[in-house]
């Protein structure tokens, strides 16, 4: 994360956050990033309340930066700011620019990047303008063979999930008149249940609440009786942990009068190297001894976002003895136990990371990273570049925005966000987590009120955010994934797809009109489209549809309409669950040419599941 804003719960704490989120920590040293030529084949092809952009894909880039100039008045190029708050850069060839003005000319350039720092020259430039709306939506049209061989369905969603620190299982204080630890673990065992998530990676397992360290006469001791109380709970939902090492015991920090967050995380460098890797073999060993060969499986993360001043008072060259030392002490204890980072926001120093252990020789077993507000750059050419292609790629945070109490988080627009990452990155990441399943957090202070633009998927309270059902409607799509091909105004661009068929024969194919732009967090007409969906091979099978939209499981327009306040009374606790779960409605399906078609309209931000049933 990297800025607050909106109305925090601790000013002492949102005060110093905004005062060193912004600096980065040590940037120096040799960069390996290659030079790589402009993208060629730049297309612009203008639609209603859109410009669609097209390139061909270049070998080497993790992702690719969109510039813009009005035709006019001949401005320089700059980066289209889609409003995500951190990396602009997109990991497609593809890009849709709703934030010009309709009927206004702009010209268009793209640049590769090989590296989050770097990026290269530009395309030549196209001009395009997007049209303006007139009459009714525009038609696209989807067609999808039921009887396709298909490939497998990626499902990136699954192997994590984000929590605030663990140890709030513990809490019994009431946040909203609810209790913290009981609704936290609710929320988290509801992922697992009905999303399949298998993980939850979390900060500040080594903070001073779960009193893992302390010195007595000048002698270190351990212990990991609370740690033991908080993963029991956790797996006793069926979800294993991502060991975030990290932050710093008081007793062992260099500088432990230096911070992050309400709970006053210590960002320090320990003053005690060989007690420090003391600490995480004594920890990982005891994990092995309690919880047995499961933990092999456990994935353990060095720290968090150590290139932000705000989350490491040492340098970049401290932090990397630190992955050093700390990977070190964790294959220690067993070589079989995955270790990785560098945990870094912004998808920063990934390549410095690689490029130390390229000497040290330290183990890298995955590479971590974090991005908000666009789909995650694509890292694989970078994992080539530096001779780990077997690397996994885990992406431990990842949202619609960086932002603390940002009201972007509570509706629509952050769904169909959602849905467009996961199309994105599926195939190319082995973990999408999405930061946070629960509202019940507190890095700037508890909740203020139910809408708070908080992070979580789920409210305080329980009730299901709009991004918590794109899960939902992810987790519906079967497991094997079938062709789309799409035509019309906003096709594979505005409107995406995820087709796919289960194992019992039947079909889930999910449909949805989204934009990164956020300026057009409450919907823009201009960008609904009317969907006219065949399905080739399928001939008198009952059809559904679940919706999620502004009208549809949005638990803001529900709020706003029954006027509740800092929090609801118990009359509108009620009426809000009325939003916690998608009910589906029987499809107004035709028979036509051999097949079934479906035709729906479909509002910006929304989002439509089509079921099929399996032949009788």
């Known amino acids: 994360m990297t800025r607050a804003t909106g109305t925090p719960g601790s000013n002492d704490a949102r005060s110093d956050w905004e005062a060193r989120i912004s600096r980065r920590s040590d940037e120096s040293g040799r960069r390996d990033a290659p030079d790589l030529a402009p993208p060629a084949g730049l297309r612009a092809e203008s639609g209603v309340g859109h410009v669609r952009l097209s390139w061909q894909p270049v070998d080497g880039a993790v992702g690719y930066l969109v510039h813009r100039r009005p035709v006019e008045d001949g401005a320089a190029f700059t980066p289209v700011d889609h409003l995500g708050g951190d990396v602009l850069a997109v990991p497609d060839s593809w890009y849709v620019d709703t934030t010009g003005e309709p009927g206004r000319g702009y010209a268009y350039a793209v640049a590769c990047v090989p590296e989050v720092t770097v990026t290269g020259p530009l395309s030549a430039p196209v001009t395009a303008a997007a049209l303006p709306a007139a009459g009714d939506p525009p038609a696209v049209r989807l067609r999808v063979d039921a009887t396709a061989p298909g490939t497998p369905l990626h499902r990136p969603w699954r192997p994590m999930i984000g929590s605030e620190r663990l140890s709030q299982l513990l809490c019994r204080d009431r946040s909203g008149g609810r209790e913290i630890g009981v609704e936290l673990l609710a929320a988290l065992r509801r992922v697992r249940d009905e999303i399949g998530v298998e993980t939850v990676r979390a900060h500040s397992i080594l903070h001073d609440d779960l009193g893992v360290y302390r010195e007595v006469d000048g002698t270190s001791v351990h212990d990991f009786t609370r740690v033991d109380q908080t993963y029991d709970l956790l797996l006793s939902t069926g979800l294993r942990p991502v060991v975030e090492i990290g932050f710093m015991p008081r007793d062992l920090a260099r500088d432990p009068g230096r911070t992050v967050f309400a709970y006053r995380g210590i960002i320090s460098p320990p003053k005690d190297w060989d007690r420090w890797a003391d600490l995480v073999r004594a920890l990982v060993r005891h994990l092995l001894d309690r919880y047995g060969d499961e933990v092999l499986g456990w994935d353990f993360e060095v720290w968090n ?135 019940h957090f507190e890095e700037l202070g508890r909740p203020p009120r139910l809408l708070h633009g908080g992070f979580g998927l789920i409210t305080v309270g329980g009730i299901a955010k709009p991004r918590y059902h794109a899960l939902w409607l992810l987790s519906r799509l079967g497991d094997t994934e079938l062709p789309v091909r799409a035509s019309g105004d906003g096709a594979d661009g505005l409107v995406q797809t995820w087709a796919s068929r289960r194992d019992d024969g039947s079909l889930a194919v999910l449909a949805w009109s989204s934009t990164l732009d956020q300026s057009k967090l409450d919907g823009d007409p201009a960008l609904a489209r009317r969907v006219v969906l065949a399905l080739d091979g399928v001939s008198g099978q009952p059809v559904q549809i679940t919706r999620l939209d502004r009208e549809h499981g949005d638990i803001t327009t529900l709020a706003g309409r029954l006027e509740v306040d800092e929090w609801p009374d118990e009359e509108q606790w009620k009426a809000l669950r009325e939003v916690d779960t998608l009910r589906a409605e029987p499809a107004d399906a035709v028979a036509r040419d051999g097949g079934t078609v479906v035709e729906l309209d479909l509002p910006q931000p929304g989002a439509v599941l089509v079921e099929v049933g399996p032949e009788r």
């Not at 932000?308 to 992955?323: D, H, I, K, N």
């Not at 292609?389 to 992406?395: K, Y």
């Not at 599926?426 to 946070?436: E, F, I, K």
């Open 305 to 439: 976002e150590a290139n932000l001043e705000v989350f490491w008072s040492g340098t970049r060259a401290e932090w990397m003895r630190l992955y050093d030392v700390t990977a070190q002490a964790v294959k220690d204890v067993d070589p079989r136990i995955p270790v990785g980072g560098p945990s870094s926001a912004a998808a920063g120093w990934v390549d410095a990371l690689l490029e130390h252990v390229r000497v040290s020789g330290a183990p890298v077993d995955f590479v971590s990273t974090h991005t908000y507000g666009s789909p995650p750059l694509d890292l694989r050419p970078t994992l080539r570049r530096y001779g780990r292609p077997d690397a996994r790629i885990l992406w431990t945070e990842w949202g619609v925005t960086p932002t603390h109490f940002h009201p972007v988080n509570d509706g629509a627009f952050a769904a169909t966000f959602l849905l467009t990452g996961m199309r994105s990155a599926a195939g190319r990441v082995d973990a999408l987590s999405y930061w946070v399943a629960s509202d």
